[in-house]
């Protein structure tokens, strides 16, 4: 399982999840949960986004056959949905609206769409297509931990980096998702043209 293990790889995937999954960037929005008086259970909201998005990571690609899409197409349409959420980010919009039936806090909106949405199970296929899947998991598995120490520790990770210090990340964070997003499309759209002039 080891054999593909690579550092770069390895501390790329991190970065690009670690963008994706956003946890200092949806800090504001865990206190205000609280301040509402819904209930945020860390442990419960990691090992959940873990399991979907391993389970995405492993069925994906089944999914994906059974459309008849093959993974650059899909990481060339991740590339795009990337490439809104850094716009998000960066320009302070909303594009990504939830407006789903649940309401507790745990599963909706902090599991799904915040850390295991539609971004993150489509950056975890994009990233397939480039890396070795032991390097992509260990980055995961990664970044859960640190979503876990950050949703416990909401106020004081607040209270460390201040209002203004977690509006930076927020935007620098959105420059390196809009350059991923751009080097994603760029490399697929790539081998898919090249597909298309084989055939």
Do not use: C
């Amino acid at each position: 399982m080891f054999a593909g293990f690579d550092w770069q790889q390895m501390v790329s995937a991190f970065i690009v999840l670690f963008a994706v999954i956003d946890i200092i960037g949806s800090i504001p929005i865990i206190i205000n949960l609280k301040e509402k008086g819904k209930d945020v259970n860390a442990t419960k909201a990691t090992v959940i986004s873990f399991a979907l998005l391993i389970g995405f990571f492993y069925a994906g690609d089944m999914m994906l056959k059974l459309f008849h899409v093959d993974i650059e197409s899909f990481a060339v349409a991740g590339a795009f949905v990337i490439f809104l959420m850094s716009l998000e980010m960066i320009l302070d919009v909303e594009i990504f609206k939830n407006q789903g039936p649940i309401k507790e806090a745990t599963l909706v909106p902090l599991v799904f769409p915040l850390l295991a949405g539609a971004g993150a199970f489509t950056t975890l296929l994009s990233l397939r297509a480039e890396y070795a899947s032991v390097n992509i998991i260990i980055a995961l598995v990664l970044n859960m931990i640190w979503v876990y120490f950050v949703v416990s520790m909401t106020g004081r990770v607040e209270r460390f980096l201040g209002k203004g210090g977690i509006y930076l990340i927020r935007k620098f964070f959105g420059i390196i998702l809009l350059a991923i997003s751009v080097r994603l499309f760029t490399a697929n759209i790539t081998l898919l043209i090249e597909a298309l002039h084989k055939s």
